[in-house]
């Protein structure tokens, strides 16, 4: 599959794309390189627009919506969504979907995404949505180009559509054999469908691309180098730019003196009210001149990591509602009649996105018109914001986001997009940001901290009958129970938050099952019970009880006994329409009692998959990834300053921290897909806590689990109270 090269900005040449994403071309101009070909438009349902987030804050998509597809001349097929690619591979199983439903080859696909001027307004790229929304909806607009195809061959051979099929990027007649190809059905014709209904799709079972393991759309470019992320953008004259930062959070600025650096050769000081930057030839000058600032702040006192999550609970973010999300019977008066009774608490530390490419944008003025490179999962988000800051109207504004190197939730925000373009405004030339990895750790927004606690209650039989959890501040997704138990209540408390804090792949789901799966096990444990038999007893989903009982048959549970220095584990559960159920072995040395997960087997089901391959790739990846903030990450903090804002201090997964890792797909063809990105991240945490406490006897009910290496019966000083 080729691409519109988006990460070619400087016009440099790839075959008949050249310059297509040069600064000044709009869609006019876009579509006359493309040539004549098809243009199919599509009204949408309601029910579409509000799923989808199209009829969100008044965006909703128009009715001339023809950017959706186009099919040139050549019968090449360019499919424009303002999904991005962010390493989640949507750009091939996007384009799977609209070959399936279009019948053309996969390779005939060139998706346009992410580009604020070439595709339509999309909310984001965030919580699983692309495959389920996203998904149909381009289905959908293949499916009715390919019957508009059909109609028009049938006029063209002058027989009767229903006799003709569609295949292979062309239409054919069996009786005659006569066919004609897609590009010779479009040659030099603009024409238009409005569908104001819903297109019969093909059935998962008759896919025939779609549902395949196809390879990674450019994977050679990401292996080889060659792929330009935002990082790698470079314009004309461009310039580089850096940013004073403050000494704290909250700070203000009591005095500033930019003699030295103004005296540094190429070095020009931008000040804009509370705005100081520096613009230089190259990015090792700029953060010299930054450095050369002398700049006084007066920073306040701010509450720390030290008795973290007291805080949390005692300062309500004032305007929430505090009524309880789930009620169902009573509680208390279970609890009074439970045979089987736990209470505990279980805390969640912040912990940082930690991208492997920093924020980075390259802003351009031509006259009023900007234009901005930059790596974001809300490009239409971003481009307000600019829209906003520079006082002009979005048309004005354009937002580019070539493939970029992982957001994980931490990249909706466009604060270095308007550094770039503050600097490129003085500048008169273009100017590229790229934060530092201090500035990433400490300016960017976090993983939300959290505190949970959780009071339940059951039968000596097994039979769960009271549930009450209450989490504080780390958020209300995922937060109810897949469990059957007849009395629960159920309540997120909206939080004070002393660092700034927002989404984050998996967000409060990781934190409610690291919770919820341990009391579980805990319960099971007082109980007498094995954890997994337990929660087959209180499972009627048929859904969750199949990952269970996948993970547990692939991973031997049941013949696996734990010892003081090997442990197992089982935790699972259900988010954004997938299901999940997850396996873990651990290993703790005899003498350090340092801990290692060294065997991971997850089952998954999310409905008809659309590409395994694919879809295995974001299981492993979530899996790993999930190692760091159940064993080791974590944010500290004090007084409005981040303590550990380098990977020298904030450990991240390394190669040798991986375990062995098994997938198991379970694939319900005659189900809808469901999306994939997040989900794999939920169970690591608890089956890893779950294993340790198999094999040593310690509950730990913190994430991380053990900041310092070891396997310790005592809480992590460093947000305990003082």
Same mark, same amino acid.
């Given at each position: ?190 024409? #238009? +469908? $409005? ?8 059935? =998962? ?7 395949? @393991? %196809? !390879? ?123 045979? #089987? +009774? $736990? ?8 912990? =940082? ?7 980075? @944008? %390259? !802003? ?146 990781? !934190? ?211």
């Amino acid at each position: 599959m080729i691409p519109l090269d988006q990460n070619r900005p400087e016009g440099s040449s790839r075959g008949d794309r050249a310059g297509l994403s040069g600064a000044k071309l709009d869609r006019r101009d876009f579509m006359k390189v493309l040539g004549g070909g098809l243009l199919v438009c599509f009204t949408p349902t309601l029910a579409w627009a509000q799923e989808s987030g199209h009829a969100f804050g008044g965006h909703e998509l128009p009715k001339d919506v023809g950017a959706w597809l186009h099919i040139a001349v050549d019968g090449r097929v360019t499919v424009f969504t303002g999904k991005v690619e962010v390493g989640q591979n949507i750009r091939t199983s996007l384009a799977q979907l609209v070959a399936e439903e279009l019948r053309v080859p996969f390779d005939a696909i060139t998706m346009t995404m992410g580009d604020t001027d070439l595709t339509p307004w999309d909310m984001g790229t965030f919580g699983s949505r692309t495959t389920p929304t996203m998904g149909p909806q381009l289905r959908t607009m293949a499916a009715a180009a390919r019957q508009l195809l059909v109609d028009m061959a049938a006029e063209r051979l002058k027989v009767d559509a229903t006799g003709l099929t569609a295949a292979d990027g062309r239409v054919t007649d069996p009786q005659s054999t006569r066919s004609i190809t897609y590009g010779g059905l479009t040659r030099g014709e603009k024409l #238009v +469908k $409005v569908i104001a209904g819903e297109e019969a799709l093909a059935k =998962a079972v008759d896919w025939k691309i779609a549902g395949k @393991a %196809v !390879a990674k759309a450019h994977g050679r470019d990401f292996v080889t180098g060659k792929h330009k992320y935002p990082s790698d953008i470079t314009r004309p004259e461009m310039l580089f730019g850096a940013v004073l930062r403050a000494d704290g959070f909250n700070a203000t600025l009591v005095s500033i003196d930019t003699t030295a650096a103004e005296k540094l050769p190429g070095v020009k000081v931008v000040r804009d009210e509370e705005f100081t930057g520096v613009i230089a030839p190259d990015s090792f000058t700029a953060q010299r001149g930054v450095a050369a600032i002398q700049a006084k702040w007066a920073v306040p006192a701010q509450p720390s990591n030290q008795g973290l999550f007291e805080y949390l609970k005692a300062n309500p973010e004032t305007g929430q509602d505090e009524g309880p999300q789930h009620v169902a019977g009573s509680v208390k008066d279970a609890l009074l009649g439970a045979d #089987v +009774k $736990v209470e505990e608490r279980y805390t969640i530390a912040y912990i =940082a996105h930690a991208p492997l490419e920093p924020r980075a @944008a %390259v !802003a351009e003025w031509n006259g009023d018109k900007l234009t901005v490179w930059t790596g974001t999962q809300r490009p239409f988000g971003v481009r307000d914001e600019l829209a906003q800051a520079f006082h002009l109207p979005a048309s004005e504004v354009r937002v580019i986001q070539p493939d970029m190197g992982s957001g994980y939730g931490g990249k909706h925000t466009g604060e270095a997009a308007i550094e770039a373009a503050r600097l490129a405004r003085v500048a008169g030339k273009p100017v590229k940001v790229v934060w530092t990895r201090s500035e990433e750790m400490t300016w960017a927004y976090f993983r939300p901290a959290g505190l949970i606690e959780i009071k339940a209650g059951a039968r000596h039989d097994g039979t769960l009958i009271a549930w009450e959890h209450h989490n504080y501040n780390s958020g209300p997704a995922a937060i109810t129970t897949p469990y059957n138990v007849a009395n629960q209540l159920i309540q997120y408390h909206a939080s004070n938050s002393p660092l700034r804090q927002g989404s984050y792949r998996g967000l409060a789901s990781t !934190a409610n099952h690291f919770a919820r799966e341990c009391h579980m096990d805990a319960i099971a444990h007082a109980a007498g019970i094995g954890p997994l038999e337990f929660r087959l007893k209180n499972i009627t989903d048929p859904r969750l009880q199949a990952v269970f009982q996948a993970a547990a048959n692939k991973f031997g549970w049941g013949h696996l006994k734990s010892s003081p220095e090997r442990g197992f584990g089982i935790a699972g559960g259900v988010d954004k329409g997938g299901y999940v159920a997850t396996c873990a072995e651990v290993e703790i040395d005899p003498t350090s009692k340092r801990v290692h997960i060294r065997r991971v087997v997850q089952a998954w089901e999310c409905g008809a998959i659309v590409n395994p391959d694919g879809l295995n790739n974001q299981i492993t990846g979530a899996i790993v990834q999930g190692i760091g903030g159940a064993l080791f990450e974590r944010i500290l903090f004090a007084n409005g300053r981040i303590l550990n804002p380098h990977f020298a201090q904030y450990r991240v997964p390394r190669f040798s921290d991986t375990p062995q890792i098994e997938v198991v797909l379970i694939n319900r063809k005659d189900l809808p897909s469901a999306g994939a990105g997040e989900t794999g991240l939920v169970g690591l945490a608890p089956a890893a806590g779950n294993a340790i406490f198999a094999a040593s006897g310690i509950r730990l009910c913190e994430m991380p689990l053990a900041p310092q290496g070891a396997v310790t019966r005592e809480a992590d000083p460093a947000f305990q109270s003082s």
